[in-house]
């Protein structure tokens, strides 16, 4: 019940075109659901994130969606880009006083030229 | 990489010995997580600590423990390394005041012969 499960893993789309990445979980406590990019020899960085009381949440060209009743949530990025290239991971959390994330296992993304 | 650093950032050590990672953080955040990351697997949660001296297990605490005796330092310590934790290892923090916010560090890449 504690995992996310993320797919797919790995996506290569043209530049220009619209990347997704899907992920789903089973705790229904979960209210906390961030995405993280993370380019080869670095920390993952926070991307965007969402709480289940919208369905929705746009920042620039990254667009979280998120269905409550199926438990899943996706990140689209449009216009994608070759510096988009990186991987990209899921995570989800409760609330309490330690606030541990669980994270999915990762989508490597290929932005071609 | 929010004012964290990490050393060393790169360790090849050998089976059976202790070996000791350092997160180091300069704006005197009370939350401080580590992680591993291994292909297949995400991130994971070894340990967190809600303030100084005050620490918990994560999922996969097993063969680490942790001491923060001061707030800037979070110090992960393998008593025993085996070939099995090697891994890249992030610590990361969470901001007071925010949801969940997780912010990483560089990582360390540890080699365990």
């Known amino acids: 019940q504690q995992q996310v499960k993320q797919s797919p893993q790995s996506l290569i789309v043209q530049k220009g075109g619209i990347s997704i990445i899907n992920c789903a979980y089973e705790n229904t406590a979960f209210d906390y659901f961030p995405w993280y990019q993370q380019f080869p020899g670095k920390g993952p960085a926070l991307l965007i994130a969402?709480?289940?009381?919208?369905s929705e949440k746009k920042e620039g060209r990254f667009t979280i969606s998120f269905n409550k009743s199926a438990k899943q949530f996706s990140l689209h990025i449009m216009d994608s880009q070759p510096g988009d290239s990186a991987t990209y991971f899921c995570?989800?959390?409760?609330?309490?006083?330690?606030?541990?994330?669980?994270f999915g296992t990762g989508t490597l993304l290929a932005v071609q030229p | 990489d929010a004012g964290i650093t990490q050393s060393p950032r790169h360790k090849v050590t050998e089976t059976g010995t202790p070996v000791t990672l350092r997160c180091h953080q300069t704006?005197?955040?009370?939350?401080m997580y580590w992680y591993r990351q291994d292909p297949g697997h995400g991130l994971r949660l070894i340990h967190y600590?809600?303030?100084?001296?005050?620490?918990d297990k994560g999922e996969v605490s097993d063969g680490y423990s942790v001491s923060r005796s001061k707030t800037e330092d979070f110090l992960l310590t393998l008593e025993s390394a085996t070939s099995s934790q090697t891994s890249v290892y992030f610590c990361a923090i969470r901001p007071s005041g925010t949801y969940n916010e997780q912010f990483f560090g560089p990582g360390t890449r540890l080699t365990v012969l």
């Open positions: 600590s809600y303030g100084v001296k005050d620490t």
């Open positions: 704006e005197n955040h009370r939350y």
């Open positions: 995570a989800a959390s409760m609330s309490g006083a330690t606030n541990k994330l669980i």
């Open positions: 969402i709480r289940p009381d919208v």
